[in-house]
């Protein structure tokens, strides 16, 4: 066969296999929509999912949920992106496996810059640096004052390598002058909650959540800072990196809707409409509020685009420079 003859044919197919996905997104959503959350159901992801598929209903018809938990997010990320670009399996997508696990992984599963679109941004949340009463510390300066006067004495907990809760303790001690503060690495939040009230472990980099925030308000432990440039509606007392004196402390975890390339654009379109009207929904913004994050109304591809590309580009030398293992 001459490569002209191959070439037209390869041509003609592909005209041929389009024409159905043209005249599909015409009619979409003609049956439910699923949605995979890749986290475990309970967690803020599953339940900043599940509010804004009852927020964007009403445009999208029937949104079915599916928790497609492990390897940090990465098994249900892996999954849409692998998915038929029709528009009826969507991602929340998050920091986690747009920008850090991508950067972290030796061996990546999915390219997330080219398998999927970044339809909508509904949210960001903050990371909080969090001390233990028993520390002599109550705010961010104080800390950096006492780390500086106390080398290698102090250790902070996260939850895991590589997590954005790692990053920031990591950046803090870097913006704190290089400060010898020793990595604790927990398999998740609640053990390191555990050790900060007991005392075992003076300091924690976590993500901000309502069950912390109680903690604090009760005495239990002592939440120094939110690292985002506004204070959080459901604890405006804390106050800000900024306000500490850190005005790069800015660490938070977006969440939003992400499609598998090649999704039609009337799809496309359609769901980002159906992002725009849930960012207008009381009982979405109440939601984002109540768990301690930021409600973002990036409803627009474009923007939401860019915005995934100005954290990738902000995070990467970050990563680099501070040396975290890949794994």
Known sequence: MSLHRRRLLLSMAGALAARPFAAFAAGYPNHPVKLVVPFAAGGITDVLGRVWANGAAPELGTIVIENRGGAGSMIGATEVAHAVPDGYTLLVGNTSNQVLNPELMESRPFNAEEDLIAVAI???IPNVIVASPSLPAHDLKELAAY???NPGKLSYGSAGVGTMTNLSGELFKKLAGDVNIVHVPYRGGAPVIADLMSGTLPIASLSIAAPLLALHKQGKIRILCVEANMRVA??????TAAESGFPDL??????????????PQAAIDKIAAASAVAMKNPIVLGTIEKVGG???SLSDP??????????????????????IPKR
């Open 122 to 124: 509904f949210t960001a």
């Open 147 to 149: 780390a500086r006067k």
């Open 234 to 239: 459901i604890a405006p007392d804390i106050p």
């Open 250 to 263: 800015v660490v938070e975890v977006f969440d939003g809707i992400f499609a598998p390339a090649g999704t």
């Open 294 to 296: 930021h409600p973002m």
């Open 302 to 323: 474009k923007a939401a685009t860019e915005f995934v590309a100005a954290e990738r580009k902000r995070w990467r030398p970050i990563i680099r420079e501070l040396g």
